[in-house]
């Protein structure tokens, strides 16, 4: 895995370089696999992904060469079942990793489920809460800062689009908002970096649809009141994912 910078903790390097595009097929294969397991990870991974966009947006799209696939098949060895090689090599490029997955998950399964009783279900599993995201942008529009926040580990993902180092002088403090009104501090926010915030018990309940967080520009260490003592940088409301 490459380096991505010393700030980085190696979960968050992981989502980087998955979104960049840089991982080896063996990292990618077990970086998506946490993905699909790990809510806060796959919010990391999109976090990453939104604050790469520019960039990503700048690359022109280039286009294959005319008849690429055709000259790789000609360049094929050939034998007596070319043409059956063929055949099976286009079916293999659609269907090989859906097929090894689904044979992989049906053995599992039939392992697990050959030792054990039958299992009556009574009742529906409790249906999961859904993860919240915030786009917390300027007056302007400027998207400054992205937010997701993930009920199974009560837990809020904020990522900073501000360059770091861009003001040395102040501190970025994160606000929840929630219905009454009366702003909640989260913590600080540094420029330019990624962190997970775990809340605290009596804010959980506050956290839902529709909620604002918002961003204050602060003295250095946040701010010395029971609410925003600077101004309100960005700001943006939480949406179910």
Known sequence: MSDIG???PEDEALAAEHALGVLSVRERTI???RMAREPAFAAQVEAWRERLAPMLAAVAPVEPPAGLWSRVERALPANDNTAGLLKRLRLWRVTAMGSMGLAAASIAAAAMLAGQPPVVIRTS???MAPMLDARLASTAGQPMFLAA???ERRSMLVASLVPPGADPDHSHELWLIPTDGKPRSL?????G???AMPMKPEMVGMITEGAQLAVSVEPVGGSQQDGPSGPVAAIGKLARI
Do not use: N, Q, T
């Open 6 to 8: 010393p700030e980085l």
């Open 31 to 33: 970086a998506e696999a």
């Open 125 to 127: 599993p409790p249906p």
């Open 149 to 151: 926040y993930d009920p």
């Open 187 to 191: 913590g600080l926010v540094e420029p």
């Open 193 to 195: 970096a990624s962190k």
